[in-house]
């Protein structure tokens, strides 16, 4: 099966400009989720969606972070207006609640943003 | 708080030899733990999960409750096993992981 897939693959901002991520999860998996990796940080979990419904986004920092999953498929993820504390690998995860992958999440290759 | 801590930031070892690497959680639940790895220039994918209680690719994990850990073990290394490991938790049923800060092991020949 074809895995998540996320664009752009790298970005380079100035700060105080937005910027916006793509997540395309696999086929048929509901729940999709977006992670933040700091370098030499494991990744943090900062929204979850179920469908286009939200079930987590108590890490997403609202001021400036939001998220959609209109359709339930893809998402976008969007800063506006971005920090210098915001570089990070943005990664997109998906996962099928049904057979036996129930308790595995598939990853993208992540979207690595530098803010100057 | 919950969290998982995973002591050593970089580990090395020789090919051959015995691998260990150590993850010790906080958590006030029934704990559901999972070992991710990432090969150079490839995706985070699952490793192994401790419900099932299986050995992939010769690594092997036990959850200790009594110690609070989910040690990550291997009897003989290969060079192939150089990657960055994490040890994650999921904090509850629709899989809201939280995850270590990563292991990069390296593999010497």
């Known amino acids: 099966e074809a895995g998540v897939a996320q664009s752009p693959r790298y970005k380079i901002i100035e700060k105080r400009q937005s910027v916006a991520f793509w997540c395309n999860p696999i086929s048929g998996h509901a729940t999709l989720y977006w992670y933040q990796q700091i370098l030499g940080q494991g990744p943090k979990l900062l929204i979850q969606?179920?469908?286009?419904?939200?079930?987590?986004d108590s890490q997403l920092p609202k001021d400036r972070f939001s998220a959609e999953r209109l359709k339930g498929v893809d998402s976008t993820l969007k800063i506006q207006p971005a920090k210098l504390e915001d570089s990070a690998v943005y990664l997109c995860?998906?996962?099928?609640?049904?057979?036996?992958?129930?308790?595995?999440?598939?990853f993208g290759p992540g979207t690595r943003l530098t803010v100057l | 708080a919950q969290r998982v801590t995973q002591p050593e930031k970089l580990l090395s070892v020789f090919k051959g030899a015995p691998v260990e690497l150590k993850c010790n959680y906080s958590y006030s639940g029934s704990p559901e733990l999972f070992w991710y790895v990432q090969y150079s220039r490839q995706r985070l994918q699952l490793l192994l999960r401790h419900i099932s209680r299986e050995s992939i690719k010769g690594f092997t994990a036990d959850l200790n409750k009594g110690e609070t850990s989910f040690h990550l073990k291997k009897p003989f290394a290969q060079e192939e096993d150089s990657a960055m490991y994490y040890c994650?938790?999921?904090?509850?049923?629709?899989?809201?992981?939280?995850f270590g800060q990563g292991t990069r092991l390296t593999i010497n020949p």
């Open positions: 994650a938790l999921n904090l509850g049923g629709a899989q809201k992981l939280v």
């Open positions: 969606f179920q469908n286009n419904g939200v079930v987590d």
């Open positions: 995860a998906s996962r099928n609640r049904d057979g036996s992958s129930y308790n595995e999440q598939f």
